[in-house]
Nanobody, 117 residues
Framework: QVQLVESGGGLVQAGGSLRLSCAASRSIFSICTMGWYRQAPGKQRELVAS???????NYADSVKGRFTISRDTAKNTVNLQMNSLKSEDTAVYYCNANSPITLRSYWGQGTQVTVSS
C-alpha cells in the first residue's frame, strides 16, 4: 500500500505561481509513473503532467511551458511547479502513482487550487 499526501494548494491571482508537492509513504519512483491530475467542478478528471520511472515527462497541451513536474527521490516527493496561472487552472489537484507492473493505482486526497482573475 502507498499513501500519497498533497500540499501547496491555495488561492493565487492570475499570472501568479504555486508549487504543489506530493509526499509518498515509501520509495516508489522506480516502479510507478507519477502524475498530477486535476478536476474542475462539473468536469472530468484530467491528466496535467506525469513523470515515468525513467524520468520522461509528459504534459497536457494546456499547461505546456507553464507547469513543470519533478521528483526528489531522496525525499520521495513529486512536485508540480505552476507558473503563469490562469483562471481555468482552478481545480482540485490530485497526485497519482500508477504501477504498470502491479496494475495498481494510488491517489492522494487532493489539494484545491483557486486562481482569481
Amino acid at each position: 500500500q502507498v499513501q500519497l499526501v498533497e500540499s501547496g494548494g491555495g488561492l493565487v491571482q492570475a499570472g501568479g505561481s504555486l508549487r504543489l508537492s506530493c509526499a509518498a509513504s515509501r520509495s516508489i519512483f522506480s516502479i510507478c509513473t507519477m502524475g498530477w491530475y486535476r478536476q474542475a467542478p462539473g468536469k472530468q478528471r484530467e491528466l496535467v503532467a506525469s513523470i515515468s520511472t525513467g524520468g520522461t515527462t509528459n504534459y497536457a497541451d494546456s499547461v505546456k511551458g507553464r507547469f513543470t513536474i519533478s521528483r526528489d527521490t531522496a525525499k520521495n516527493t513529486v512536485n508540480l511547479q505552476m507558473n503563469s496561472l490562469k483562471s481555468e487552472d482552478t481545480a482540485v489537484y490530485y497526485c497519482n502513482a500508477n504501477s504498470p507492473i502491479t496494475l495498481r493505482s494510488y491517489w492522494g486526497q487532493g489539494t484545491q487550487v483557486t486562481v482569481s482573475s
